[in-house]
């Protein structure tokens, strides 16, 4: 089955279309960066209208990418949310028409659960049970794993999200946005023996995060030491929110007994979280898995690879399609098992 998939949650336009025989035929990915940069973050209202420019010809663009006419398609998924409404009804509206036009099967895919999923696209894809950790500009999660739709949240953040993080203290630094790629760019050059930050919640059991202490001892820093600091203090915030992510992975692995970490989300595609996780797994005996850095971030093929395995699983999205901001991963079900009126397997 050869299935499109469409992610318009927030500030990439992305298009896909993965076949359950061939793995990932194309797919694309339009930022929105240049247009949200001058505000200083994403605009709600104008990400919507560059989703209604760019999805459209995208969709053209990709199949022909793969060699594939419309009639080809077997299914068409679509991000359903977490995320900004308006951004998401683009999606979700010109996904549903167009399975509709071709009278195929559509489905609403759960962000996170496809960012998820994003490391089964890889050649060496991880098997049942893991255990994952989402860091992204809206989440930090860590997800029991027991396979599609079988999720328990281990830990999450109870304030910042760490994408957010990186975020707001590149801000500070005054670096442009998304500042998560441009604050690791500049911690590089660092020193990482001048500032020390705290790694929040690491001194007691659980694994939820906190993330707006270590904001906090960022800004004060920023302000006592002035702009020649910069590198170094950007160096010891990334140090300490990578050691925080690590000391709660590796707590995971403990407790859960799972031979294999996923990294997903924005953030996985920060470099020392990356070389510093390889050594929490193989302390632990596990493997980590990462999706290709451009399946890192928002892209439409992490969604097509959910949405196929959902309409494998006879899943189906109503005619009359809904989006939603918030959407608790753990209340997702595998294909089959959902009561919920997405995904009841019933034909439209
Ligand atoms: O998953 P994603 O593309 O969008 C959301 O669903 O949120 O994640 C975006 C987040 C942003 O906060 C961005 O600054 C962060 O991921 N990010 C990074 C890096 N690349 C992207 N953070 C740290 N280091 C990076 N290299
Ligand atoms: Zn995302």
């Known amino acids: 089955m050869r299935v499109l998939g469409v992610e318009t949650s927030c500030d990439e ?12 035929l194309a797919h694309a990915v339009h930022s929105q960066i240049a247009l ?23 969709i053209g663009q990709v199949l022909e990418e793969a060699g594939l006419k419309r009639r080809e398609l077997g299914g068409v998924a679509y991000t359903r949310g977490p995320g900004l409404v308006g951004a998401l009804l683009v999606g979700a509206a010109v996904a549903r028409s167009f399975a509709w036009g ?31 950790l989402l860091v992204s500009g809206g989440h ?3 997800v029991q794993v027991a396979g599609l739709g079988r999720y328990r949240l281990l830990g999450t953040s109870v304030d910042d999200a760490a994408g957010e993080a990186f975020d707001k203290t ?31 919640m690491t001194d007691r059991p659980g694994l939820d995060f906190s993330f707006s202490g270590l904001k906090t001892a960022t800004r004060n820093t920023v302000l006592d030491q002035g702009a020649d600091a910069r590198a170094d203090i950007a160096r010891a915030f990334q140090d300490a929110v990578v050691d925080t992510l690590a000391i709660k992975c590796r707590r995971a692995l403990e407790q859960t007994g799972a031979e294999a970490l996923v990294v997903s989300g924005g953030v996985g595609a920060n470099g020392a979280l990356r070389e ?16 290709r850095m451009e399946l ?14 959902r309409l494998l699983g006879g899943e189906r999205a109503p005619l009359s399609f809904d989006v939603v901001a918030r959407w608790p991963l753990e209340s997702l ?12 397997g019933r034909a439209v």
Not at 16 to 23: E, F, S
Not at 296 to 309: E, K, L, P, R, S
């Open 13 to 24: 336009t992305g298009v896909a279309v993965y076949c359950t025989d061939r793995g990932l």
């Open 36 to 58: 949200h940069a001058r505000y200083g973050g994403v605009v709600p209202e104008l990400a919507s209208r560059d989703h209604v420019r760019k999805l459209a010809p995208m």
């Open 102 to 132: 071709l009278d195929v099967p559509a489905v609403g895919v759960h962000h996170m659960e496809a960012h998820l999923l994003a490391p089964m696209l890889e050649a060496d894809p991880p098997a049942y049970p893991f255990v994952a």
């Open 140 to 142: 930090t999660m860590l």
């Open 170 to 200: 590149a801000k500070l630094l005054g670096l442009p946005y998304p500042g998560g790629p441009e604050l690791e760019r500049l911690a590089r050059t660092g020193n990482p023996a001048r500032f020390r930050f705290p790694r929040p």
């Open 276 to 291: 510093r996780l390889a050594q929490v797994a193989e302390r632990a005996g596990a493997r980590v898995h990462y999706p």
């Open 296 to 309: 890192c971030t928002d892209n439409g093929a992490m969604v097509a690879y959910a949405g196929a395995c």
């Open 333 to 344: 079900r595998p294909p089959g098992e959902d009561v919920s009126p997405h995904g009841t």
